[in-house]
């Protein structure tokens, strides 16, 4: 009788676990459908990218990519931000844009894209969850469909466009007008008059220092434009913000 009990208990746990696999097998195709180009795919290439891609998780301020792991392959966003920066040689680091949901990031897979290359780092504004196409998949994948080699080019051209304005911002617009801009995309986003934001964000988005984000700020507020508080800034005057950011 014992020894009948546990054959149906080792029957019930085999039967769970097929269940659970079968869900996460269910939930794997689910993600893997999200990715822009995969409807262009014939079967044969489907089957590629489905053994040559990896689900990643990483809590706030972790780091998903590195100079030691230059080429990881194409990211999409599955839930959370992710900030694209480099760094200069003395440590400072400039914002490139960022990554949401839904979105993907071509830089990471730089090694399987002929004459483009620009050492970017990445990490999690928030928890965030990442599928990675590995960048020999998505290469094998760009060889045989010209679709997805059309959108891996597209996806470069629109993110060098960023990095263009980045720099151009950096070199022409004066310090004023960058952190207005920030204000006043952060409200446009939140819908909210106050922005959440330590002054070392914000210096990190504007691309310069600290104590200069600090000055500014104090600035605005002695002209009536936000008021301080701890951890965030309350808009007060949001046309004159638009003005000064144009």
């Given at each position: ?69 230059a080429c990881l392959g194409m990211i999409y966003v599955v839930k959370g931000s992710i900030r694209v920066y480099i760094t200069s040689e ?14 993907s990031c071509i830089f990471s897979a730089s090694c399987a894209i002929p004459y483009i290359s620009l050492n970017v780092q990445l990490v999690a504004d928030e928890d965030t969850e990442i599928l990675v196409i590995h960048s020999m998949t998505l290469k094998n ?106």
């Amino acid at each position: 009788m014992t020894r009948i009990i546990n054959v149906v208990v080792t029957v019930v746990e085999v039967s769970i676990i097929v269940i659970m696999i079968n869900a996460c097998f269910m939930d794997t195709n689910k993600l893997i459908q999200k990715i822009p180009f995969y409807s262009q795919l014939s079967i044969s290439e489907k089957q590629i990218l489905l053994s040559g891609f990896t689900i990643r998780t990483y809590i706030k301020s972790e780091y998903i990519l590195d100079f030691a792991d230059a080429c990881l392959g194409m990211i999409y966003v599955v839930k959370g931000s992710i900030r694209v920066y480099i760094t200069s040689e003395e440590g400072r680091e400039i914002t490139l844009f960022h990554i949401t949901k839904g979105n993907s990031c071509i830089f990471s897979a730089s090694c399987a894209i002929p004459y483009i290359s620009l050492n970017v780092q990445l990490v999690a504004d928030e928890d965030t969850e990442i599928l990675v196409i590995h960048s020999m998949t998505l290469k094998n994948i760009m060889n045989t469909n010209i679709y997805v080699k059309c959108f891996v080019y597209e996806l470069s051209s629109q993110k060098l466009s960023n990095v263009i304005f980045v720099m151009q911002e950096m070199l022409f617009s004066k310090f004023d007008k960058r952190l207005a801009r920030l204000l006043i995309s952060t409200f446009e986003k939140t819908d909210s008059y106050q922005i959440k934001m330590t002054q070392e964000t914000m210096a990190q988005e504007v691309n310069s220092a600290r104590e200069v984000v600090a000055r500014m700020l104090k600035i605005f507020s002695n002209e009536g434009y936000i008021e301080m508080n701890r951890g965030k800034v309350i808009l007060k005057d949001i046309t004159a913000l638009r003005n000064l950011s144009k």
